[in-house]
């Protein structure tokens, strides 16, 4: 981010009060854009951006709330944003859950896919025309960043019958103890890759200014592993230096949102900084366009 300046540049960050999510604000920030927190909780939210103005008081940060899990506050969250008069440069799709247990949203979706999948989906979306009328107006491009993650590659497709009702496998001990994280996370995340693609090739297809991309952040100590994945948690304690840091998890994500180097670059996978292959089903263009579809479903519902 070196000699990056992102003055008059508007950006939005999901999951923004923590983790990953709080140290790309504060980079952004720090730049000159002007970031919105969307956060479940506002009370953790307001919290963070304190904390980042006691050290940046210059900089622009507003808080909104935005809980991914529910279609109506997915809804609730772009009409309040539009209401600000706002334009939008860059969005960046960050927030992450991986439940350990089976649960269904309000909307009757499996808390994890909805969260981190749908309710993204959704608000990319109902933001979409604005990216695309900003980057005209602004004669710059808008860049939508999704964060990832190699856990995708565990995914064998997406199992989209298991997405509203929990099946007998996810009932043994042994299994639901490891569903979030072990099989409907993974297939989140490769849902992630595939609505970075799906969504690049469409917006080529409009002519849009718009790059879409998805990343792998690393593997960080967030609240994902120290909640769910035990064992990583005992790796973490015996060999720190495996992990990365927050700031080191945020640094491929600022990347793909701001650095010139990536201008035009759209429908890739980055890994440090850096283009890298993803599984064989996150470049399955049938898949793609059947999750896409899919989502359109979910979301018209």
């Not at 080529?204 to 909640?227: C, D, F, Q, Y």
């Not at 994945?229 to 945020?250: D, H, I, L, S, V």
Request: proline share 3%; charged share 20%.
């Amino acid at each position: 981010m070196d000699g990056i300046r992102l003055d008059s540049k508007v950006a939005i960050v999901t999951g923004a009060n923590g983790g990953i999510g709080f140290e790309t604000v504060r980079a952004l920030a720090i730049k000159g854009a002007h970031v919105i927190l969307a956060c479940r909780n506002l009370k953790s939210a307001e919290a963070a951006k304190a904390s980042i103005l006691r050290e940046e008081p210059d900089v622009q940060l507003t808080v909104l709330r935005l809980d991914l899990s529910s279609l109506a506050s997915v809804r609730e969250f772009v009409e309040e944003f539009k209401s600000l008069k706002l334009p939008l440069h860059i969005l960046i799709n960050n927030a992450g859950l991986a439940s350990s247990e089976f649960m269904l949203t309000v909307d009757n979706l499996e808390v994890t896919f909805a969260t981190n999948h749908v309710g993204h989906f959704l608000l990319t979306n109902l933001l979409l025309d604005l990216m695309i009328s900003t980057a005209l107006e602004s004669n710059s491009e808008g860049r939508i960043v999704i964060v990832a993650s190699r856990q995708h590659e565990s995914a064998r497709g997406i199992n989209f019958d298991s997405l509203h009702k929990k099946s007998w496998l996810q009932s043994l001990p042994l299994v639901k103890s490891y569903h979030g994280l072990c099989s409907v996370y993974a297939q989140s995340k490769l849902a992630n890759v595939l609505h970075a693609k799906e969504l690049a090739r469409l917006l080529k297809e409009r002519g849009a200014n718009v790059t879409v991309n998805s990343l792998h952040p690393g593997v960080i100590h967030t609240n994902i592993v120290r909640n769910f994945f035990k064992p990583a948690e005992y790796m973490y304690n015996a060999f720190p230096r495996m992990f990365k840091t927050m700031e080191q998890g945020a640094a491929t994500t600022c990347y793909v949102a701001a650095h010139p180097d990536l201008n035009g670059v759209s429908g890739k996978y980055f890994v440090d900084c850096k283009e890298a292959p993803c599984s064989q089903y996150a470049n399955d263009p049938e898949l793609a366009e059947h999750l896409w579809k899919y989502s359109e479903e979910l979301v018209r519902s």
